[in-house]
């Protein structure tokens, strides 16, 4: 399992990823966690970026979300939704898309397509990963 999701344990699933800036604050921390270095330049300063949670080369500007080169990365569901699939599927890799659309009332279709992410991320490394960058 993911060091994102290993302080979490066994939890109530609403509690834990209660909002977006929550999870963009956990994926923050886990992306940098070694910290910043700029994808276009490679400086290691920078200030906060438009977005929350983003950052913001201080040399050439570029500014990069916490989602950017992500598994999560151009997500079109909430990202405590998607934080949710991402935990349930870890923890219940077996689990239906079907399950998973009653349990967190999303369509079956988005579920099918963001388990498919993850389950290729567990399938490839071995645990879920969230720099592995989706395929699509």
């Known amino acids: 399992m993911s060091n994102i999701f290993s302080q979490i344990g066994n939890i109530d699933l609403e509690s ?5 800036d929550q999870c ?17 330049c490679g400086n290691t300063n920078y200030c906060f970026g438009k977005t929350l949670h983003s950052r913001r080369c201080t040399r050439c500007k ?14 079109k569901i909430p990202l405590n939704e998607a934080f949710k699939i991402a935990y349930i599927v870890c923890n219940q890799p077996d689990i239906s898309t079907y399950d998973l659309s009653r349990m967190l009332k999303i369509r079956q279709m988005t579920c099918w397509k963001f388990k498919k992410r993850i389950s290729e991320c567990l399938d490839k490394k071995g645990y879920f990963d969230v720099m592995e960058m989706p395929n699509s």
Do not use: P
């Open 24 to 40: 963009l604050e956990l994926l923050a921390a886990e992306k940098w966690k070694d910290g910043y270095i700029c994808r276009k």
């Open 16 to 20: 834990a990823f209660q909002n977006v």
């Open 62 to 75: 570029h500014d990069e979300s916490a989602t950017a080169n992500t598994i999560f990365h151009r997500c």
